[in-house]
């Protein structure tokens, strides 16, 4: 690889830091006014999106690609701030399950704007030019995923239920429905393990 800082690679790394940067600001921000650390933060609106299944100590490090001690220490204190509360699993009565409380709730409710600021800039491109740098940002992200940097996209563009059809067409063979060019993100049906 040629090391030309003002080569279109180093670029984009460039862009895409500044960018990282910004959320850390205001979720470091958000953290700050509500008491927690961006990394409960994290948890409190990742508990609100996915199914039970996948509101454990072992989803939490997967996803977050952090150690389950880690994660249990951030849930603990969760619990002492009464935002989450634990439940053991029936079929596994070692492990247990996470689920927000009432309180927990009205905190999500309240912090999971923190993503706007970002939205709020995106609303003013063109739609064909944001789903070319959609469909740029799946790849990369497929391309990190698939050297191990990381290891759970939860996007279609890795999931083993994509079949991409004649014409470039997504299908979702465990929805069974089309999906938008590119896939999506966010999935809590992605199973990862396709190939290629
Ligand atoms: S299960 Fe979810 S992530 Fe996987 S292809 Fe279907 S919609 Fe995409």
């Given at each position: 690889m040629k090391d030309d800082r003002s080569d279109i690679d180093y670029k984009i790394a460039s862009a895409l830091e500044k960018i990282t940067q910004v959320e850390r600001t205001v979720l470091r921000d958000m953290a700050k006014r509500e008491n927690l650390s961006p990394i409960q933060i994290q948890f409190l609106i990742y508990?609100?999106?996915?199914?039970?299944?996948?509101?454990?100590?072992?989803?939490?490090?997967?996803?977050?690609?952090?150690?389950?001690?880690?994660?249990?220490?951030?849930?603990?204190?969760?619990?002492?701030?009464?935002?989450?509360?634990?439940?053991?699993?029936?079929?596994?009565?070692?492990?247990?399950?996470?689920a927000l409380t009432t309180e927990g709730k009205k905190t999500t409710r309240r912090i999971q704007n923190w993503e706007n600021i970002l939205i709020k800039h995106l609303h003013r491109f063109q739609p064909e030019e944001k789903e070319r740098v959609f469909l740029f940002l799946a790849e990369l992200i497929k391309s990190l995923y698939d050297d191990g940097v990381i290891s759970i996209p939860r996007m279609c563009i890795a999931c083993k239920n994509l079949e991409i059809r004649p014409g470039k067409k997504y299908y979702c063979t465990l929805t069974k429905r089309m999906l938008p060019e590119g896939g999506t993100v966010g999935c809590e049906h992605y199973t990862s393990g396709r190939a290629g």
């Open positions: 508990l609100s999106k996915y199914p039970l299944q996948l509101r454990t100590v072992s989803s939490l490090a997967r996803e977050f690609d952090l150690s389950k001690a880690t994660v249990s220490e951030a849930i603990q204190a969760l619990e002492t701030k009464g935002l989450i509360t634990k439940f053991r699993e029936e079929e596994d009565r070692r492990s247990y399950g996470i």
